[in-house]
C-alpha cells in the first residue's frame, strides 16, 4: 500500500481513538524491509507502530470533519431515544467501541451510558464506555476544533437531548 498520510497527520485508530503521525520510518525484520507509522496518543500516553500496508486493513484514516462530526453527534442523540441495551453484552459493546464506523463508536457509547442509568455497568462495560467517550472525544477535538472539556459536553448533551425525546414519545 502506498504511504497516504504525512508526518503531522491527524487519524483516527480504532480502539485509541485521535492520534498524530509522528514519524514514518523503516525498519527491517528477518532481513525484510517495511515502512511504519509512528504514531503517539496523548490522552493514553501511548505511541504505537503501524505498518503503512496494513493501515487500512486495521481502520486508520483520517480525524473527522467539522460536518463529519455533526453527523456523529446526530448519531448519538437519534441513538438516546432508542438504545439497544436488551440483549446487549460484552462482545456486543466491544465491537461498536472497536468499529472502524464512528457512527457504530457513537451507538455503542450511547448504548452504555443508557445502560449505566438503567441498570448500572459491569467494571469491564465502564472500561468500554471510557474508551469510547475517549474516541468521540478525540474525533470531536479534533473536527470542531475544541477543547476536550467542551468536547465531553457535546457528547453528554446529545445523549441527554436523546433522552429527553424519548421521554417525550412516551407522554
Known amino acids: 500500500m502506498k504511504n497516504i498520510y504525512k508526518k503531522g497527520t491527524k487519524i483516527c485508530y480504532p480502539f485509541h481513538g485521535v492520534g498524530k503521525i509522528e514519524e514514518i520510518s523503516t525498519k527491517e525484520f528477518n532481513s525484510e524491509k517495511q515502512e511504519y507509522y509512528s504514531i503517539s496518543f496523548s490522552d493514553e500516553n501511548l505511541k504505537v507502530l503501524v505498518p503503512i500496508d496494513k493501515a487500512e486493513d ?31 453484552d460484552r462482545s456486543y459493546f466491544l465491537h461498536m ?49 475544541v477543547k476536550s472539556t467542551e468536547a465531553r459536553k457535546m457528547i453528554m448533551d446529545c445523549w441527554k437531548k436523546g433522552l429527553d425525546t424519548k421521554t417525550k414519545k412516551k407522554s
Open 97 to 145: 467501541i472497536g468499529s472502524l464506523d464512528t457512527a457504530d463508536v457513537a451507538k455503542g457509547v450511547c448504548d452504555l451510558l443508557c445502560k449505566k442509568e438503567m441498570v448500572g455497568l459491569k467494571r469491564n462495560e465502564g472500561d468500554l464506555l471510557k474508551r469510547g467517550i475517549n474516541i468521540l472525544d478525540g474525533l470531536i477535538v479534533y473536527g470542531k476544533k
Open 58 to 88: 486495521l481502520g486508520l484514516r483520517k480525524a473527522l470533519s467539522k460536518n463529519e462530526v455533526e453527523a456523529l453527534l446526530k448519531v448519538l442523540k437519534e441513538r438516546a431515544s432508542e438504545p439497544n441495551i436488551k440483549d446487549a
